[in-house]
């Protein structure tokens, strides 16, 4: 799920800020989306199992959530022109995933660190486990 949201990042017109294949949290403690602001960083995703649906026979209904989060990074005191059109675009990839998901969900939040302003994209994506 990381490459594909890579390569529809990639594909967007997104002006200001670049797409890195690099993981966003590197050895040192510093996050590269800290390091490196005006790049777009995806996570990779992580799947959990939750019950859907309890079934007396011990035969539940499952559901499988892949969570994955996008961070982008920029100047808190000048944000690019472009930088509402981005948030944009990058929370509609999520129409774009492939898979049998009978649910998509964006949260978006947007945190300061010193002079950065942090967007963080939180996808979830739910389907019934095979």
Request: hydrophobic share 35%.
């Amino acid at each position: 799920m990381r490459e594909e949201f890579i390569e529809l990042l990639k594909k967007l017109d997104i002006v200001s800020y670049k797409v890195s294949e690099e993981l966003p949290f590197s050895n040192s403690n510093i996050p590269m989306y800290i390091k490196n602001v005006k790049y777009i960083y995806v996570d990779n995703d992580i799947s959990t199992i939750e019950t859907l649906v309890p079934i007396m026979s011990g035969v539940n209904v499952e559901v499988d959530i892949q969570t994955i989060r996008i961070y982008l990074s920029n100047d808190a005191k000048k944000l690019p022109p472009d930088y509402s059109s981005t948030v944009s675009l990058i929370r509609d990839t999520k129409e774009s995933i492939t898979g049998n998901y009978y649910k998509r969900e964006c949260v978006i939040e947007t945190s300061f660190e010193n002079d950065i302003s942090l967007t963080t994209f939180e996808f979830k994506f739910y389907k019934i486990k095979d």
